[in-house]
């Protein structure tokens, strides 16, 4: 599987991004899909899940402001990033898996500005 995220930038705080992650493959439906974030100096950490299902989980962090979808037919999963705080300010990666650790995509930096 190949995961290629895109949709990072710079923001100010209080913008919104749209991030997106697209994978190859014929089985994009069966995988759990999650973006996760390394700020610099910190620890790569877990952002958003949605299963095939469409259940979802959210970093406690960013409940609230942050929306993950996924789009079968288009083997893509989103992230909305609503009301951006400098804190946010990472590199973002998407992930697919049926187990762990599953395939990371390359990474996309969001930068947000006070």
């Known amino acids: 599987v190949q995961l290629q995220a895109s949709g990072g930038g710079l923001v100010q705080a209080g913008g919104s991004l749209r991030l997106s992650c697209a994978a190859s493959g014929s089985i994009f439906g069966r995988y759990v899909m999650g973006w996760y974030r390394q700020a610099p100096g910190k620890e790569r950490e877990l952002v958003a899940t949605?299963?095939?299902?469409?259940?979802?989980n959210y970093a406690d962090s960013v409940k609230g402001r942050f929306t993950i979808s996924r789009d079968n037919a288009k083997n893509t999963v989103y992230l909305q990033m609503n009301s951006l705080k400098p804190e946010d300010t990472a590199v973002y990666y998407c992930n697919a898996r049926t187990v762990p650790p599953g395939y990371w995509g390359q990474g996309t930096l969001v930068t947000v500005s006070s």
């Open positions: 949605i299963f095939s299902g469409g259940h979802t």
